[in-house]
């Protein structure tokens, strides 16, 4: 852990370097969207929720222990504030649709077409799923977290990361059947 540049960043901020801090926030500011939003399905929610975890990580920086990575800690707070969010507003109302996921850019427009309305259908079948489904296949699919990676940031032992993982993926390949 000694060659880790999140840890080195760490202490520097600890002794006061803000810049450091900023290092920090460049490297984790789009990840921490991300996950906000595929769990909040609103951008608006997902900005308000990067800055609030960024607010934390400064006021908490001294609670970090460097014997784990700074990415779980970072997305642990990530995904409690989103929970949080959730639970006081209790709400699973539909996706804006106004919204687009990023995507591969093909020159061919039938193509695009095509992977457009996957990604849609992807998209809406995700946010008809439970905010803790959304959690572990955002932190497996999309932000490529390990088992280990997202039984820390969820607090589960990774055997039931892969259990949860399991079922949200059958649950998700009922939704969109009719794709195959």
Not at 21 to 40: C, D, G, H, K, S
Not at 109 to 131: D, G, H
Not at 138 to 154: A, K, M, N, P
Request: aromatic letters at 8%; hydrophobic letters at 40%; glycine letters at 2%.
């Amino acid at each position: 852990m000694d060659n880790d540049p999140d840890i080195a960043l760490v202490e520097r901020c600890r002794n006061g370097d803000w810049a450091a801090f900023t290092e920090l926030v460049v490297r984790y500011q789009r990840p921490i969207y991300n996950a906000a939003f595929w769990m909040l399905r609103k951008a608006e929610d997902a900005n308000d929720i990067t800055q609030v975890v960024f607010l934390k990580v400064a006021e908490r920086l001294d609670e970090y222990d460097p014997r784990f990575k700074f990415f779980s800690w970072i997305y642990r707070i990530a995904v409690n504030e989103s929970l949080n969010l959730l639970r006081r507003n209790r709400r699973e109302e539909e996706l804006d649709e106004g919204i687009d996921l990023p995507g591969s850019e093909s020159a061919d427009p039938e193509r695009q077409a095509s992977a457009a309305e996957v990604a849609s259908r992807i998209r809406s079948a995700l946010m008809k799923m439970t905010a803790n489904d959304r959690a572990v296949l955002t932190l497996r699919h999309f932000s490529e977290c390990s088992y280990e990676e997202i039984g820390q940031i969820l607090d589960l032992d990774q055997k039931t990361v892969k259990s949860r993982l399991f079922e949200a993926r059958q649950r998700l390949r009922d939704l969109l059947k009719d794709l195959h």
